[in-house]
């Protein structure tokens, strides 16, 4: 009995080993195997995150610029008084005295509500105001606080400027950027110089100090094209020579106000109407924007070898950093490429893209690229169907 109750004593329970050594190596292998599987999925998330972030502030921008050039061009007058210029101006961006950078121009006369001619004269008695001096006199009656009141004053024209200039001209990586700059002056003002006047830019393509806002910067592209009666273009906008396309260039009084000399397309296609009592305006306008953000150049690629007026081909430190868009274009400098292929750290491109000219880029020349926005405009006046 008592041996009985020894051999009892002496059973072990079912196995009450720990971990042994490689079993623990294998279970913290696959638990850092687990651990960095969910590190990429979350930095993955994060980084699809932050481009959303970019493209939503980049869309959200080139919106807003958008939508008050549309607004101008809707309100365009087609009167005997209105006018309308689009044009292509040339700036020297690097200092080697060859203006290299094209940037559109536009001028336009438009009608404008009551409210915002108000702003402008209320505007205007403010810079004839000088400092312990009393109020100056301008039309219409004034409220309290001397302000203009908008139902006494009526809608009225104003002439408007808008325009593009180089961001900056010692900053390499900024210089092939543009600021969209806006300007506004009433049809009449005496104090200041008309928008059309031959000389109001002078030789260096910019306006006076102060004769136009800044309204935003980041800007890589803007292209501006103009449809006429005989356009047609409900089946893609193209370039033509002629008006059976569109037109990049715009002289409402065929005054030959674009200068040829500066850029192809302000050359004028042929079968412009001859205006008579009237300026002869566009049916529709397409404008095309790109911007890139200072920030989202912290992220852009470079070149690593330089590049000659003819290779195809260039070499960058990181071709994933380029957009991967249909119809991508990149800016080098001031010339623009079309992206064909990217394999590694090699990229394909069609020189001399969007009315530039190839030329060579030194080594570590940054790639530029943006997202693009595209809006249509009817002008208001004609709203016919003229087979758009």
Excluded at 290 to 307: K, N
């Amino acid at each position: 009995m008592s041996t009985h109750v020894f051999q009892g004593e002496s059973r072990r329970a079912p196995d009450e080993r720990g971990l042994t050594l490689i079993e623990l190596v294998l279970a913290m292998g696959l638990l850092s195997l687990l651990m960095l599987a969910v590190v990429r999925l979350f930095d993955s998330a994060l980084t699809t995150w932050r481009k959303g972030e970019a493209r939503r502030a980049v869309l959200e921008q080139a919106s807003i610029v958008a939508d008050m050039l549309a607004r101008d061009l809707r309100g365009i007058e087609s009167g005997p008084r209105g006018d309308l210029v689009c044009e292509w101006v040339s700036f020297d961006t690097n200092g080697d005295g060859i203006r290299e950078t094209k940037w559109p121009r536009l001028r336009l006369v438009r009608e404008v509500p009551a409210s915002e001619m108000a702003r402008l004269q209320q505007d205007e008695a403010a810079a004839k105001r000088l400092p312990g001096a009393p109020a100056a006199a301008v039309a219409g009656e004034r409220g309290p606080d001397d302000v203009i009141r908008p139902d006494l004053v009526g809608p009225g024209l104003v002439e408007v400027l808008w325009m593009v200039a180089p961001a900056s001209l010692k900053d390499k990586d900024a210089r092939s950027e543009g600021v969209v700059w806006r300007g506004a002056r009433r049809v009449g003002d005496t104090a200041t110089a008309s928008f059309f006047e031959p000389r109001f830019f002078g030789s260096s393509n910019l306006p006076p100090a102060g004769a136009t806002d800044e309204v935003t910067g980041g800007l890589l592209w803007m292209n501006v094209l103009l449809a006429s009666q005989t356009s047609v273009v409900h089946d893609g906008w193209k370039i033509t020579k002629d008006m059976s396309g569109a037109a990049t260039s715009w002289d409402a009084w065929g005054r030959d106000r674009p200068d040829t000399q500066t850029h192809g397309w302000n050359e004028k296609p042929a079968g412009m109407a001859t205006p008579r009592q009237r300026p002869i305006l566009p049916r529709r306008v397409r404008i095309e924007f790109e911007f890139e953000r200072p920030a989202d150049r912290l992220w852009r690629t470079r070149t690593i070898e330089a590049v000659d007026n003819q290779d195809n081909v260039l070499r960058v430190d990181d071709g994933r950093r380029l957009s991967f868009e249909d119809d991508a274009h990149v800016l080098v400098d001031a010339e623009w490429m079309k992206v064909v292929s990217v394999d590694g750290a090699r990229v394909v491109v069609e020189r001399g893209a969007r009315g530039t000219t190839p030329v060579e880029h030194a080594k570590d020349s940054m790639v530029h690229w943006g997202l693009r926005l595209t809006t249509e405009v009817i002008v208001a006046t004609y709203r016919e169907d003229w087979n758009l």
